[in-house]
């Protein structure tokens, strides 16, 4: 299930932060792409921990 809900993140957070980020595609990523791509990949990641910490709180798991 680990495996499942990280690939599930892995390619949210590409799509989302490529469609976000990148708005003419190249052969490579401008700095400003890079650092777009970075903020928004550590925004994806606290999201999911304030959510799953939430979920576990209300569940009474934590």
């Known amino acids: ?3 499942a ?3 599930e ?6 799509d989302k932060c490529f ?3 990148v708005t003419k595609p190249s052969s490579s990523l ?5 650092q777009c ?8 990641a606290e999201a999911t921990q304030i959510v799953t910490k939430a979920v576990l709180d209300m569940s009474g798991l934590e």
């Not at 993140?9 to 590409?14: A, G, L, N």
């Not at 401008?30 to 890079?34: A, G, N």
């Open 1 to 3: 299930m680990q495996v």
């Open 5 to 7: 809900f990280l690939s």
């Open 9 to 14: 993140f892995y390619q949210t957070v590409r």
């Open 19 to 21: 469609d976000k980020c």
């Open 30 to 34: 401008s700095s400003s792409e890079q």
């Open 37 to 44: 791509l970075a903020r928004c990949c550590d925004r994806y």
